[in-house]
């Protein structure tokens, strides 16, 4: 997922060059969710896996 968010930001980036401002909002924008989503996803599965350790150490 961060890998799309990043080729989006890099299609904003270059549309934002070339003058296509519609463009470029609508993959800055469509970048922004997927690395906001990333960013939870990560969190969530930080949270799980700190969890599971501690469930397997015992403590």
């Known amino acids: 997922m961060l890998k799309w968010a990043l080729i ?8 934002g060059l070339l003058g296509f401002t519609g463009i470029a909002g609508a993959a800055a924008g469509i970048a922004k969710i997927l690395f906001f989503l990333f960013v939870v996803g990560f969190l969530i599965f930080l949270a799980l896996g700190t969890f599971a350790a501690k469930k397997i150490s015992g403590n």
Request: proline share 0%.
């Open 8 to 15: 989006f930001a890099i299609v904003a980036i270059v549309a």
